[in-house]
């Protein structure tokens, strides 16, 4: 049975992520920082054996430890780093906050990256062997023609960086490392004016993951299977 591990299951695209693929028989990690309030990600493990819950604030490195001894025996196909805020309500020019910049940093591009490092054992010993951090357009820099949306956008444009840097570092050892655009999706960070569905997000998301091959790594994917420019 093939396994993946996702960070912020409990709703939103890391959610819908581990629908799908429970539901086509893979061994789901669910990782969340709130078990005991993930009511959707709980009814969904109610429903299947394979698909276990386990706590991760992905900005505590020592719970990023703790995780990863306690799964040091498993063999992971998919990493997800999925978990991702979207940054303080104000990012436009003149309203920079750096402890906030900070934050949104430290969880949108840090913790991929002592995730990836944490797990990269596991990950090596898998059959598929790919880590995948969910990046977006919106840390593309040839993209950016709107502006603002400072801190949502570096730590974006820094993820895709190391999932680049993983790629190199990491291709001896057959692992895949890609970075994913979902697409702009309605979840709580997309809004409700979003296009596209979390089923279409996760299902187009799900595809691209499985068809990857060596050729991919170290690039941004989107759901349609598109390269798009860094
Ligand atoms: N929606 C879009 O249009 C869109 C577009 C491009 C990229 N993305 C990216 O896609 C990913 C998922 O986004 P989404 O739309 O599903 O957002 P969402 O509905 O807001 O969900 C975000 C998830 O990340 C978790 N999370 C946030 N900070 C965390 C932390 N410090 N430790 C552990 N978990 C944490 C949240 O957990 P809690 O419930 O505990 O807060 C939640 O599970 C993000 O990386 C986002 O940047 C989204």
Redesign the pocket.
């Known amino acids: 049975m093939s396994t993946i591990l996702i960070?912020?299951?409990?709703?939103?695209?890391?959610?819908?992520l581990a629908r799908c693929f429970v539901r086509d028989d893979w061994r789901v990690l669910a990782?969340?920082?709130?078990p005991e309030?993930?009511d959707e990600l709980q009814a969904l493990a109610a429903q299947h054996d394979r698909l276990s819950m386990h706590r991760?604030?992905?900005?505590?490195r020592a719970q990023i430890a703790e995780l990863a001894t306690q799964l040091k025996a498993e063999a992971i196909d998919i990493l997800v780093?999925?978990?991702?805020?979207?940054g303080p309500l104000n990012q436009g020019f003149g309203e920079t906050d750096p402890d906030a910049w900070l934050e949104t940093f430290?969880?949108?591009c840090i913790?991929p990256m002592l995730i990836s490092e944490a797990f990269v054992e596991m990950v090596a010993r898998s059959r598929l062997r790919i880590i995948a951090a969910?990046?977006?357009?919106?840390g593309s820099i040839a993209e950016n023609s709107s502006g603002g949306h400072y801190a949502?956008r570096t730590s974006?444009a820094a993820v895709h960086m190391v999932a680049k840097g993983l790629s190199v570092d990491l291709a001896d050892r057959g692992i895949i490392s890609v970075a994913l655009?979902?697409?702009?999706?309605?979840?709580?960070?997309?809004?409700a004016e979003?296009p596209?569905s979390?089923e279409a997000?996760a299902q187009g998301v799900k595809k691209v993951l499985l068809g990857l091959s060596i050729r991919d790594s170290g690039c941004l994917i989107d759901p349609q299977g598109t390269k798009r420019a860094w």
């Open positions: 960070t912020g299951a409990n709703r939103g695209i890391g959610l819908e990782c969340c920082r709130s309030l993930s991760l604030e992905v900005a505590d780093n999925n978990a991702g805020v979207r430290k969880v949108n913790a969910v990046g977006s357009v919106m949502y974006k655009h979902p697409g702009w999706v309605r979840t709580r960070m997309g809004g979003a596209l979390v997000s």
